[in-house]
């Protein structure tokens, strides 16, 4: 298609549809990009035609946004396409960035996921046996679907990324601002996170802060929160230390710890380990005991440390057999 | 021949390390299945690197301070002693075995007692085996 | 980004590395790492020849880093780097891999050793790769001296550096100075008075102009580092009222002596339930008193002397008291010339004579006809009550070894030979100049033999019996090396510290305070201002405690960081 | 031997999806398949979680209607508090989700359905998608369009502090209430809204009523379903979107069951077939009886119109109105016309307005009592809302410790997956006759049958990620003799 305007592409892979919800939370901006470029695909609001993409020559999309995260074959397979054809892949939003909370999935197997599924559960037809396959034979032919991978990966896992926009989903007008940044060709090194801070989350959050010393952790529900005090100072447990701003911090502003959307900072390579060293280290306690009760205030600690960023850790996955 | 775990020990540079030294000045043998990574003191001890060491193929992570109050810092191993217990329960919720990750205080005298310490885990871990980690991964890797 | 050019240098210690590890095989399997351009096995690296070849190299292969694989680091650190330094190559460019003590002493598998060292090298290689050249600091030193501890050791150091000239605060728990010498008669082996000894040196500490002595008083705190230490310390008047005072010293030295063994410990010994058993500090008193006699004032007929009191033994201390034994037979020639006509019998284990002079007096006790009775290490004499048939008070049964006997032995006093044992408070004052203890509780000096005088606290330095038993003559010279160190220190003016603190990132800090409340050494500020917190360099010791806790890595430990300890992990594990 | 057509991916909906439509000799429709290929195992990962933050994860099974879950998870989880929440808490989650509802509903009538009506079916895809559209009625009227949308988006996030990704919930209530100033920015926008709703309902009589062929695909088109329906109900069986009773009526309106949510697995089980990952809902005590309609069919459908057909009237006068209109001009209540969802969906969103302003002017809205502490744990919750999608379903159960032990969920779409078999196997068969070869035309009237159902399989799929592709192959025994490709 000869045109001088912006070629972008928009897929999701393993996705809730949350990251495209966020563009389209840009609202009018979504006007002047349509006037800037040709949406070439869109899954969720344009009929692309995928045999377009394929026709297409190596590189001739401009930009290619690909949020969620890669779970099956036809995600990588998609991935790879996007890559290929487009100058610039951007990994869009946290499953795309960190693995997300569909990453979470690393905390079980497959099998387990498949049996609670269709196997156990308390809605199932009585004595159902039967599991979805691959490929199930009906009027002579073969009806296929895809196998999905034992688990989650992160986009950069499959492909090289240009960029990261950060965010479950990223803050719209951090999306219209990378967006402006692509149209106006006025993009930071390759390999950068892109539309977030360099700085931690508390940077932004309002609450005041002072020294830290927990004697007790507690659970968002078992005590009132004082609306103006660090979450951590009052034993609530909260990522925003280990996490990148450029959310607004919506969630501490709303009485809600953060749970880590926005991925680690530069330099920190296990974000559920740095929040692991932050919070304990300022633990109220030089007594074995006392410290073993205080941090069974902080169950699932993995759920809660790896919420977005398990397939990113450097475990990347439980390792139980 | 039998599995040798491969074990990697982060010791403060003024208790633990002196004590593995002092070890050697002894000439107390052990078990060579240990590589020391000195730090100045155990608080440096960032559980990242305990997490890499696992990733990168450790079979098990040994992890040495000075004896609590002993610190010559005077308070940096109260600091491992707060991140130890949590990061090892969060191993387990990530399917590494307890007796993979393992903290002692030793003392700059304890040159015995580090000996000791390095035999005793390294037995364990040969009859735990090796660890699932470097496994697990390159399955994945060969079938996603 | 190409890996640096790297030398890799393994020591093969004579034999004591090369005995085990194979390190022509190690140096062949380095140069297969990362950046090593050059690799070498010698006999003793720490050598000049050695110390030289190291720096030829950095010359004809344009070295950018240096490993050398050899002893501790904590042994031979600051002379590699000094090789790397006179070759024009920044100190911090080096790194050791300890593959003597960690390695060739420990294991005998050499197959095991030799794999063990290569990793150990490759980890090494790999970390110095990410290695930065640091500056050291050159900070002020304070010419003056606290010395803590009046006895021998502390008088004669601060005496040494007064005499130079140099300020000195000298801090004595107990009222009066002079310490355990104080509370002797004669010394051995030259019968010369310690009251004379001590009486000049007492009086010119009082009297000298740059000694503040400072008599019921005690260390409370000490913060800061070598050349620039604030000592707080409480003064004890007469009437309970106490007095603080806060000093600037540059340097310390540890002076606080050693303690007698408590003798009622050796039950089988009957201190205490038998009232003519006495310590040799009761029979020193008896002797400045100048009256050798029982509790029931008689003059004693026999008189006996009982080696090794809680020293060298299983039960109580392993280790040799060493001033025991010539104080015994001080003992014997004093007995004997005041009571010619006594027996004095001198039940040992072992008679070490090893000092100056010690072995003639040895020799002169013998003829001074005392009666020698060995008995073996771990058994013991065992002391009773006389019967009122026997001419004497009490009965020693020994089982002696040299005739295989059991030999009933007389006694009207019993002189115990209690040994020296580690002061109640010696932890305390671990804790307060932090230095350590070893595992019999005497204090530890920075290395055995190079370097007995100075702590693992720069700038901190320990002399006499605190860091292990030791007579006169050694905690006199102990004392005045210290002292010589400190004056050499002062004489320079300035001294140059290590470049290892901690440093925040202001672009990256969040001002979450994580790392506020982390440092011992209230090294971190938080600007409220900023909303910044930031290291006080010269505050900060490098524990690396904020660098692990701040949750955006924006503190860095200057020769630890993040990068070159994870390069390590991953070269130890191939 | 039969030939092959599959439409792979279906484009315009949230999620993926996979139709396969086997033509017989002749080239006439056989049989036709619609398959889910994807499970992300959500309700096996949210076990091992604190219960708590369930309504913190389950958001992320879809993003285009997270608050559903989110509301349906929070009831959930505090049933597994023992039920009790602030009163003030309730009001303000459901005023909550009334923005919700009406941002949703705006996206999918005018982004997704529109196009179909307002560019019609046979336009060319290029420009087939709500970029057409705008450009069609005009810049200012696509200008109000997506101002409102963002204004429900906004009065969720001026109430629960985000709009997509809600995390507001937690037991007993909501972390944070509703200040008076952030009251008095809602209220302008709320009256905006209503008027908008009234605007819609005269742009959908402009331009689809008075279309003839656009009612007659309605009225006529082979877009019809003898199955039954299901919905929320409040007392005065008026359609209640937070809260109330399930209630099932047939196609004739007769009253099947009326239930609460704890008793959710007696009315409804789950039928698995082997070629989709998407399992099949069926009114339990009729058994499963396969993909069959009638009044006796055991399949339902849980959607707009579903909604309106089970509710006797609406709770609000405006809706009241659109409802009667709508029910006069097709010939009835309860209908079985599905591209009435259109509308009913407009019907809605006036019912939400509606509702928003009354609770705009609640004296106790903005108060402080939006928490209660909870005593104790007892270990199970259910929570059934009205998702735009149909009835969605949350069943949890948790340890002492307040830890998830398991979780089962019924979402809205997959309560319609049965009938979406069926309805476009019925399309497919209308429109491909034998020697007539299919074309993009009517492949995309295809995907209207199910579009009508917003199908959500972002949501269907929670069981399992990622997404699937819209494929048409025409097979001759083994040659391909067709192919076509929608999207990716």
């Given amino acids: 298609m000869a045109s001088d305007k912006l070629q972008i592409a928009l897929y999701w892979g393993s996705a809730c549809g949350g990251c495209d919800v966020a563009v389209l939370d840009t609202d009018a901006f979504i006007l002047d990009v349509a006037a800037a470029a040709d949406i070439r695909l869109w899954p969720i609001a344009v009929d692309g035609k995928y045999a377009d993409i394929e026709a297409m020559e190596d590189g001739e999309l401009d930009l290619a946004i690909y949020n969620g995260a890669v779970r099956n074959s036809e995600n990588e397979r998609i991935a790879k396409l996007l890559r290929a054809k487009s100058k610039l892949l951007v990994a869009f939003g946290s499953c795309a960035h960190l693995g997300g909370i569909p990453g979470l999935a690393n905390l079980t197997s497959r099998d387990e996921i498949l049996s609670t599924a269709y196997l156990h559960n308390p809605s199932l037809e009585k004595g159902s046996k039967t599991l979805p396959l691959p490929e199930s034979g009906v009027n002579g032919t073969t009806l296929t679907i895809p196998s999905f991978y034992k688990r989650v990966y992160k986009l950069d896992d499959v492909v090289p990324v240009d960029y990261y926009v950060p965010g479950c989903p990223p803050a719209f007008d951090q999306v219209q601002a990378v967006l402006e940044a692509v149209v106006g060709g006025d993009l930071p090194a390759v390999g950068s996170v892109v539309g977030a801070s360099d700085r931690a989350l508390c940077d932004d959050c309002a609450r005041v802060k002072s020294e830290k010393r927990i004697k007790h952790f507690y659970r968002p529900w078992q005590i009132m929160i004082d609306p103006d005090a660090c979450l951590l100072e009052q034993g609530i447990l909260c990522a925003g230390p280990v996490t990148r701003s450029g959310c607004g911090s919506r969630c501490p502003s709303s009485g809600i710890p953060c749970r880590g959307c926005y991925g680690p900072l530069d330099g920190v390579v296990d974000q559920g380990a740095k929040l692991l060293s932050a919070v304990t280290s300022v633990i109220d306690s030089t007594d074995p005991e006392e410290i073993d009760r205080i941090i069974d205030g902080l169950p699932d600690f993995a759920g809660f440390a790896y919420r977005f960023s398990m397939p990113s850790s450097l475990l990347q996955r439980s390792v139980g057999q | 021949m039998s599995f040798e775990p491969k074990i990697v020990g982060f010791l403060c540079n003024w208790c633990s390390y002196t004590g593995a030294d002092l070890a050697g000045t002894s000439r107390i043998h052990y078990a060579p299945n240990v590589r020391v990574i000195r730090v100045m003191c155990s608080a440096r001890i960032d559980p990242t690197f305990v997490i890499k060491a696992l990733a990168d193929g450790a079979d098990g992570v040994l992890v040495c301070g000075c004896h609590p109050g002993d610190c010559h810092y005077s308070e940096g191993n109260y600091k491992t002693m707060r991140r130890m217990p949590l990061l090892k329960r969060m191993l387990a919720d990530l399917g590494i075995e307890d007796e993979r990750v393992r903290l002692e205080w030793v003392s700059a005298s304890e040159g015995k007692r580090f000996a000791d310490i390095v035999d005793d885990m390294t037995e364990r871990l040969r009859e735990l085996g090796p660890s699932p980690v470097k496994m697990v991964l390159a399955g994945d890797a060969g079938e996603r | ?574 | 031997m039969s030939r092959k057509i599959s439409i792979d991916p279906i484009t315009r909906l949230e999620g993926h999806g996979k139709i396969e439509i086997f033509l017989d000799d002749d080239g006439a429709v056989e049989d036709c398949y619609f398959q889910i290929p994807e499970l992300r195992g959500f309700e096996r990962f949210v076990v091992g979680r604190p219960i708590e933050e369930l309504p913190r994860l389950v958001t992320r099974i879809c993003g285009v209607c997270p608050a559903s879950h989110h509301m349906a998870s929070a009831k959930a989880v505090d049933g597994c508090f023992g039920g009790e929440v602030a009163p003030l808490a309730v009001k303000l989650r459901r005023m909550y989700y009334n923005a919700h509802y009406i941002h949703s509903h705006i996206a999918h009538f005018y982004a997704l359905a529109a196009p179909d009506f307002v560019l019609g079916p046979d336009a060319d895809p290029a420009i087939r998608n709500v970029l057409g559209v705008v450009a069609k009625v005009g810049l200012e009227i696509g200008g109000a369009v997506i101002g409102s949308r963002s204004k429900a988006q906004e009065i969720q996030r001026i109430i629960g502090g985000r709009s997509t990704q809600d995390i507001w919930c937690i037991p007993g209530g909501v972390a944070k209430g509703l200040k008076p100033e952030e009251l008095e920015q809602i209220r302008p926008m709320v009256a905006d809204l209503l008027e908008f709703t009234q605007f819609s309902l005269q742009l959908f009589r402009d331009v689809v009523l008075a279309n003839p062929t656009y009612l007659d695909i309605i009225v006529n088109g082979p877009y019809t379903l003898d199955v039954q329906n299901m919905g929320l109900v409040d007392e005065n069986n008026a359609p209640d979107f937070y809260d109330g009773q399930v209630r099932v009526v047939d196609f004739e309106g007769k009253e099947l069951y009326r239930y609460d949510a704890k008793d959710y697995a007696d009315y409804v089980a789950e039928h698995v077939e082997p070629w989709t990952y998407l399992k099949f809902p069926y009114l339990k005590q009729r058994g499963w009886k396969g993909f069959k309609e009638g009044i006796d069919s055991s399949l339902y459908c849980a959607t707009p119109l579903a909604r309106l057909n089970v509710a006797e009237r609406m709770a609000t006068p405006k809706a009241q109105e659109a409802y009667e209109e709508m029910f006069a001009t097709i010939g009835g209540h309860p209908s079985r016309l599905l591209l009435a969802q259109h509308w009913a969906r407009l019907v809605e969103m006036v019912q939400n307005a509606e509702t928003l302003q009354l609770y705009c002017d609640d004296p106790e809205i903005t108060g402080d009592a939006y928490r209660v502490i909870p005593q104790h744990v007892t270990g199970e919750g259910f929570g059934i809302v009205e998702a735009m999608r149909g009835t969605l379903t949350h069943h949890y159960t948790c340890d002492a410790n307040a830890i998830c032990t398991s979780a089962n969920l019924i979402v809205g779409t997959t309560n319609n997956n049965a009938p979406i078999q069926m309805v476009t196997k019925k399309v497919a068969q209308t429109l491909i006759q034998p020697g007539r070869e299919p074309d993009q035309g009517i492949l995309n009237m295809i995907e209207m049958a199910f579009r009508a159902f917003d199908p959500c399989y972002s949501c269907a799929t929670h069981s399992m990620p990622g997404q699937m592709p819209l494929r048409v192959r025409v097979h001759r025994g083994d040659e391909v003799t067709h192919e076509f490709r929608r999207g990716c």
């Fill in chain 3, 1 to 574: 980004m190409p890996e640096p050019r790297t030398g890799v240098f393994i020591c093969n210690c004579g034999t004591n590395i090369a005995k085990v590890v194979d390190c022509d095989a190690v140096a062949e399997a380095a140069m297969a790492m990362p950046g090593v351009v050059a690799a070498r096995s010698y006999k003793y690296m720490c050598s000049n020849p050695g110390q030289e070849m190291i720096a030829q190299d950095i010359a004809d292969h344009g070295l950018e880093r240096v490993v050398v694989a050899a002893c501790s680091p904590r042994m031979h650190e600051p002379t590699f780097r000094r090789a790397a330094e006179t070759a024009g190559l920044n100190p911090y460019l080096v790194e050791m891999a300890n593959i003597r003590e960690q390695c060739s002493w420990v294991h005998d598998d050499s197959t095991a050793a030799t794999e063990k060292a290569e990793d150990m090298v490759r980890a090494a290689v790999m970390r110095v790769a990410r290695h930065e050249p640091l500056e050291r600091l050159s900070v002020d030193m304070c010419p003056n001296t606290l010395v803590i501890g009046g006895g021998i050791a502390g008088l004669t150091a601060a005496l040494e550096l007064a005499d130079a000239g140099k300020l000195v605060y000298l801090v004595e728990r107990q009222p009066g100075l002079g310490g355990n010498v104080a509370r002797v008669d004669l010394t051995a082996p030259y019968l010369d008075s310690a009251r004379d000894m001590l009486t000049d040196r007492l009086t010119r500490v009082v009297e000298h102009r740059d000694i503040d002595v400072m008599v019921s008083s005690e260390l409370t705190r000490l913060d800061g580092f070598v050349g620039n230490f604030k000592a707080a310390i409480t003064v004890h008047h007469d009437g309970g009222s106490d007095e603080e005072r806060q000093v600037d010293v540059g340097s310390v030295i540890v002076c606080t002596g050693y303690r007698e063994f408590d003798a009622s410990r050796a039950t089988h010994l009957g201190y205490g339930k038998l009232p003519n058993v006495i310590t040799s500090f009761e029979f020193e008193r008896m002797l400045r008193l100048g009256r050798i006699e029982t509790k029931e004032g008689r003059l004693p007929q026999y008189v006996s002397v009982i080696h090794c009191v809680g020293s060298r033994s299983e039960e109580f201390h392993g280790y040799c008291s060493r001033v025991c034994c010539m104080t015994a037979l001080k003992y014997a020639h004093e007995v004997k010339s005041a009571l010619p006509g006594s027996y004095v019998s001198d039940v040992y284990v072992d008679m070490h004579a090893f000092g100056k002079g010690c072995e003639d007096f040895y020799r002169r006790s013998a003829e001074v006809k005392t009666l020698f009775l060995m008995y073996g290490k771990g058994e013991h004499p065992v002391v009773r009550k006389a019967d009122p048939s026997d001419d004497c008070g009490m009965l020693i049964t020994v089982d002696e070894l040299l005739s295989g006997e059991t030999i009933e032995l007389p006694a009207d006093l019993i002189i115990l030979m209690v040994g020296m044992e580690p002061r109640e408070d010696a932890e305390a004052v671990t804790r307060l100049v932090n230095i350590s203890q070893d595992k019999d509780g005497w204090f530890i000096e920075s290395h055995p033999k190079l370097d007995p005088v100075a702590t693992t606290t720069d700038g901190v330095y320990i002399a006499g019996a605190c860091q292990s038993p030791k007579d006169i003559p050694d905690s006199v010279a102990q004392a005045r090396a210290a002292a010589g160190r400190i004056l050499g220190k002062i004489s320079k003016g300035k001294l140059e510290i290590d470049a290892m603190f901690a440093e925040v990132d202001e672009d990256r800090c969040s001002g979450c305070r994580m790392c506020n409340e982390i440092c011992p050494y209230t090294a971190i500020e938080f600007d409220a201002e900023t909303r910044r917190s930031q290291v006080i360099s010269a505050l900060c010791k490098a524990c690396g405690a904020c660098v692990a806790t701040c949750p955006s890595a924006a503190i860095k430990a200057k020769h630890f960081t993040d990068e070159q300890i994870f390069a390590e992990i991953a070269g130890v594990l191939g």
